[in-house]
């Protein structure tokens, strides 16, 4: 059964401080990818990978960045939480090809920053 | 201007009956993939149906199907037979590009209610 991994579903961190949100797939997929989700937002793309130790910036990069050291892990950074980056961040993953290929998600880690 | 916009509100259907989702996407480009995603309560992410661009049928998986309107650049999720199960949040979302910069980008999502 395919899968993607968030290391923690509920983190609760202090303004300023650093946080590392980590995901891991075991399938093999050269692209991965963070999403935030808020209410009436929908999700939205913080970061995308194609390649180990490639990123590229999605729509909402500010406040954000990523590492990629090896294919199977995608890590985001918070360097300096703030209390608006509270919400729900979902990592996914992707192989390559055309279109048509889907993503599969992990099951989201929800980052509240006081 | 938004690339997926889904500007129903919450939608109620009663249990057993058709109910359809609106999506309409914006892209300039001939290449492009639409999909849509159901998230539960539970919070996972759930892929549903994918349309390509280039697709001459409507896609269907059981009991959703995708009509697909290329000139009105609609992409609306249809489920028959609504079930209980069904409650949840719908996304539509459209990948634009290849390989390196393909990405997925995603609507705001519809609230689906199926009453009993």
């Known amino acids: 059964d395919v899968k993607v991994t968030q290391s923690s579903r509920y983190l609760v961190k202090r303004t300023g401080e650093k946080v590392f949100l980590e995901c891991v797939q075991d399938?093999?997929?050269?692209?991965m990818f963070w999403y935030r989700q808020d209410p009436g937002l929908g999700l939205r793309l913080i970061y995308f990978?194609?390649?180990?130790?490639?990123?590229e910036k999605g729509d909402i990069p500010e406040g954000y960045s990523v590492s990629r050291e090896k294919k199977e892990r995608f890590s985001l950074i918070l360097e300096s939480a703030s209390t608006n980056q509270t919400s729900m961040y979902l990592c996914?993953?992707?192989?390559?090809?055309?279109?048509?290929?889907?993503?599969?998600f992990g099951e989201g880690s929800r980052l509240t920053v006081l | 201007a938004q690339k997926i916009t889904q500007t129903q509100p919450g939608m109620f259907v009663q249990e057993k009956e058709a109910v359809t989702l609106d999506c309409t996407y914006d892209?300039?480009?001939?290449?492009?993939?639409l999909f849509w995603y159901k998230q539960p309560s539970s919070g996972e992410m759930i892929f549903l149906i994918y349309q390509g661009s280039y697709d001459e049928q409507n896609a269907t998986e059981g009991r959703y199907s995708l009509n697909f309107q290329k000139a009105r650049k609609s992409a609306n999720l249809v489920i028959s037979a609504s079930q209980l199960g069904d409650s949840a949040m719908y996304f539509c979302a459209m990948r634009e590009g290849k390989g390196a910069n393909s990405k997925l980008t995603f609507g705001k999502g519809i609230t689906l209610s199926v009453r009993p």
């Open positions: 996914a993953s992707s192989g390559p090809g055309p279109l048509s290929g889907e993503l599969f």
């Open positions: 399938m093999d997929h050269e692209n």
């Open positions: 892209t300039s480009d001939q290449s492009y993939g």
């Open positions: 990978s194609y390649d180990v130790k490639m990123k």
